[in-house]
């Protein structure tokens, strides 16, 4: 079966521009993640959907991310007003939400975004 | 909050070398913990996870870890390593709802580069 797919899979944009990178979860994962990889740095986590509800956004830095999983599938990450900082690949990955803990994540191949 | 201490950020080994690349973690509640790897060009993938039970678990491609509760660790190894292992690894924790942590979200280290030579 397919993988998580994400689109794009680099975005140049300028300072300033608003962008969005989208998630598209293996077929019956119900949880979603979105996580962030600078150069050099394991993955960071940002937020994590249960369904269409964000269930933890404490890993958003600020009030210019933001996600939504409108249909409990794809999910969409918006970052508003870019800065050079944001620039990082983007992973987004999914997983069945067993009972008493979580299933193995499976993750996507990242959008690169670079804010020039 | 949880974090992870990955001990060796870059390690060149020979082939048939043995391997083991540290892992250390600090929460004090129950944890699950992960070693994932990243081969040149590809996505993540999980290589074992330690849930409960049985703290050596076994992963894909001749790979195992050992969770020392004690010690807060989380240690990879492979006793012969080949060319093809070449790769970043990350080790991560995830502290879940059950346990009192509410994160279901992974906490990684900043990987270990491994490289071997042929």
């Known amino acids: 079966g397919a993988g998580v797919s994400q689109t794009p899979s680099n975005k140049v944009t300028e300072k300033g521009k608003y962008v969005e990178l989208r998630c598209d979860p293996i077929?019956?994962?119900?949880?979603l993640y979105w996580y962030r990889q600078s150069l050099g740095q394991g993955p960071e986590f940002l937020i994590y959907?249960?369904?269409?509800?964000?269930?933890?956004d404490s890993g958003l830095p600020n009030d210019r991310f933001f996600a939504v999983r409108p249909e409990g599938s794809v999910s969409t990450l918006k970052i508003q007003r870019t800065e050079r900082g944001d620039s990082a690949v983007y992973l987004c990955?999914?997983?069945?939400?067993?009972?008493?803990?979580?299933?193995?994540?499976?993750f996507g191949p990242g959008t690169r975004l670079t804010v020039l | 909050a949880q974090s992870v201490s990955q001990h060796n950020h870059h390690v060149i080994l020979s082939e048939a070398a043995s391997l083991e690349l540290g892992c250390n973690y600090s929460?004090?509640?129950?944890?699950?913990l992960f070693w994932y790897v990243q081969y040149p060009g590809q996505h993540l993938q999980l290589l074992l996870k330690?849930?409960?039970?049985?703290?050596l678990v076994k992963g894909i491609k001749g790979f195992e870890a050992e969770f020392i509760k004690s010690k807060f660790s989380f240690n990879l190894r492979k006793p012969s390593v080949q060319w093809s292992d070449t790769a970043e690894y990350f080790c991560?924790?995830?502290?879940?709802?059950?346990?009192?942590?509410?994160?279901?979200?992974?906490?990684f280290g900043k990987g270990t580069h491994l490289i071997i030579q042929p």
């Open positions: 990955a999914s997983s069945l939400r067993l009972a008493g803990g979580m299933g193995e994540q499976f």
């Open positions: 077929s019956g994962h119900t949880a």
């Open positions: 959907f249960q369904g269409t509800g964000a269930a933890d």
């Open positions: 929460y004090g509640g129950t944890v699950n």
């Open positions: 330690y849930f409960s039970g049985d703290p």
């Open positions: 991560a924790v995830n502290a879940p709802p059950y346990s009192g942590g509410g994160a279901d979200g992974l906490t």
